[in-house]
Every structure is written in C-alpha cells, then in structure tokens.
C-alpha cells in the first residue's frame, strides 16, 4: 500500500529564506507527483506536475525535484514572501487518471 | 484552463438531514471524478471514484449506502450524505482530469465543501 509522509509537519521562517519541503512515497511505482497549495478552509491549487520520467519542474520562484527510486521528492521555494504561507501537499498517482494518495502535508508560516 | 466547481462550499444543517455536495467541470468532459473527505489537519483521503453512467467505486470503509454518488452526465457529479450525523462534519472536495488533454495533465480540484453537522 502506498504511503506519502512529509517533514516537516510545520515550518515558520523569515522572508526571504530560500527553503526545501520534503516528500517521500513508499512504492516507487508511480505514474505522476503532484504538489498542491492549500489555504485555510480552502480547495487545492496545483503548484508542480512531475511525470515519472521526469526529474524536475519549475515554476516562478517554486522547483520540485523527483527521485523515483529513492521515493522522494522535494519543493524547493526561493525568497520566500509572506503570501507563501499556506499548507503544501505532495500527492502521487500510481496510473494515469487514478486518484492521488496525499501526505499530510507541510503548513508553512513566512514572517515578515 | 479547466476548471472544477463545486457547490454549495459550506453547509451547516441538523443532524439527521441529507446533504448533496454538486461537483461540476466547466470546460471539459469528465468521465470519472474522484471524491475526497479531509478531517481537520489530517491529509485528503479517497472515499470513491465516480464514474459516469456507472457505479461508483467505494474504498474500504465508506459506507456506500451513507454516500451516494450519482455521476449522470460528463460534467457533473453529486455526492449525497444521507442522515448526517455529527461524525460526518468534515471538508469534502472533489476532482477530475481531462481526457482529451495529454497524459500530464493535472488533476483538478474543486473548492471543497465545509459540512458541519450540528
């Protein structure tokens, strides 16, 4: 059965900081790795796609890395800014068009 | 791009009472969608695949009698909590992928739904 956890459970850093979020999965039989942003109360707004071939993707100020055969993944995110704040989770699809398996995510404070 | 909605995003009401949660994709077809339950600081957790003009998939543990799903045409599909009870007050979201584009194409997701049971 397939298991994602991610540390750390909760982050707080300065702006400005660069910082790394970690994800690891149990079954490196994966067919995609998705991270999401999620705010209080609120629905999920996809950040990074990384297929299963791929070993990383890049937006803006955010880049995530894929390590199939170790199970890992990591969210890197640059200059951190107050408006990062928010839950970041990691969810694996193990075929195309299933439905992800999710870790509990990492809740990220950014002080001004 | 493709866009989920889903309606209505927070529902208080009496224990007892049935509740339908509306997930609808707005600019694609979906022929399957997929419902997720989040307790408060715990991860999304797959309660059943919803696929139109079929039954829906339950996974272990989700009492399907206790949540229907109706997935009726491509575009949407509704999720049912009949009798709720305070144990059933939760987030509840939903999502689907599109088809017709390439395999990389992410899921996406609705704005979920707060249900509080009182």
């Known amino acids: 059965k397939q298991e994602v956890t991610q540390i750390p459970a909760a982050l707080s850093v300065p702006e400005g900081e660069n910082l790394v979020l970690n994800c690891s999965f149990t079954?490196?039989?994966?067919?995609?790795l998705q991270w999401f942003r999620q705010d209080p109360g609120k629905g999920l707004t996809s950040l990074l796609l990384?297929?299963?071939?791929?070993r990383e993707q890049t937006s803006g100020r955010l880049n995530a890395s894929l390590d199939k055969s170790s199970g890992r993944s990591t969210l890197y995110i640059a200059a951190s800014q107050p408006g990062d704040s928010a839950t970041y989770l990691c969810a694996v699809g193990r075929q195309a068009g299933t439905a992800l398996i999710f870790g509990k995510g990492t809740t990220l404070s950014v002080s001004s | 791009g493709a866009v989920v909605s889903q309606h209505p995003s927070w529902v208080i009401c009496k224990s007892g009472t049935s509740v339908k949660i509306e997930c609808r994709s707005l600019d694609f077809q979906a022929t399957t969608m997929f419902w997720y339950r989040q307790f408060p600081k715990q991860s999304l957790m797959l309660m059943a695949t919803s696929n139109e003009g079929s039954k829906a998939t339950y996974e272990q543990g989700v009492e399907k009698d206790k949540f229907l799903i109706n997935h009726a045409s491509l575009t949407l599909s509704t999720l049912t909590v009949t009798s709720a009870h305070p144990e059933d007050s939760s987030f509840y979201i939903c999502s689907a992928r599109d088809p017709s584009g390439q395999g990389n194409q992410p899921q996406h997701f609705g704005d979920g739904t707060r249900l509080s049971i009182l």
């Open positions: 990384i297929q299963s071939s791929q």
């Open positions: 079954d490196s039989a994966i067919y995609n």
